[in-house]
T-cell receptor, first 112, second 113 residues
Framework: SQTIHQWPATLVQPVGSPLSLECTVE??????LYWYRQAAGRGLQLLFY??????ISSEVPQNLSASRPQDRQFILSSKKLLLSDSGFYLC???????????FGQGTRLTVV | AQSVTQLGSHVSVSEGALVLLRCNYS??????LFWYVQYPNQGLQLLLK??????LVKGINGFEAEFKKSETSFHLTKPSAHMSDAAEYFC???????????FGAGTRLAVHP
């Protein structure tokens, strides 16, 4: 069966520090991968998506970047965090065999 | 471009009452439509989905939704609310062959005794 792992679950980082959040999927091949951010009262904002290794589409200009070094690995990064980067980050995937997306458990990021 | 509008950021019902969460979408081609539920500090869990075929779809936990093309709506209902239904609910749209899954702003459902 397919599973998605996202870590860490919680993270507290100072302003100006770097960030690396990792998401991996097991049990499937060539998934579409997504990073969403959920800020309080603002729903789910699509940040990045990827349809293949090295292929990244950015949805909003921001302080973050994404990379897909392997088929089932998706990384969200920042060189210098801002206070406004705080939020709940969710990774998701789907393939042509599914119609719905499957979500990880999320990372709660607090920038202080 | 696709978009989703959820009417009402907060909905409060009594236990045993009807739950109605509203969702309207915008899509230039026939969409795939989804309802997800999120409990505090957790990821999203699929409640139900519409792809093709029957426009009334049933999901988990007694929820159902009806796709109405003429109204561009996909409202979520449950005949009788339980306390355990208290959560945040998200409507989402994706167009067949299109890679982006777009969510509404969410509706927080409160259920009181």
């Amino acid at each position: 069966s397919q599973t998605i792992h996202q870590w860490p679950a919680t993270l507290v980082q100072p302003v100006g520090s770097p960030l690396s959040l990792e998401c991996t999927v097991e049990g499937t091949s060539n998934p579409n991968l997504y990073w969403y951010r959920q800020a309080a009262g603002r729903g789910l904002q699509l940040l990045f998506y990827s349809v293949g290794i090295g292929q990244i589409s950015s949805e909003v200009p921001q302080n973050l970047s994404a990379s897909r070094p392997q088929d089932r690995q998706f990384i969200l990064s920042s060189k210098k965090l801002l206070l406004s980067d705080s939020g709940f980050y969710l990774c998701a995937w789907y393939t042509a065999l599914n119609t719905e997306a499957f979500f990880g458990q999320g990372t709660r990021l607090t920038v202080v | 471009a696709q978009s989703v509008t959820q009417l009402g950021s907060h909905v409060s019902v009594s236990e045993g009452a009807l739950v109605l969460l509203r969702c309207n979408y915008s899509s230039s081609v026939p969409p795939y439509l989804f309802w997800y539920v999120q409990y505090p500090n957790q990821g999203l869990q699929l409640l139900l989905k519409y792809t093709t075929g029957a426009t009334l779809v049933k999901g988990i936990n007694g929820f159902e939704a009806e796709f109405k093309k003429s109204e561009t709506s996909f409202h979520l209902t449950k005949p009788s609310a339980h306390m355990s239904d208290a959560a945040e609910y998200f409507c989402a749209v994706r167009t067949h062959g299109y890679n982006k899954l777009i969510f509404g702003a969410g509706t927080r459902l409160a259920v009181h005794p």
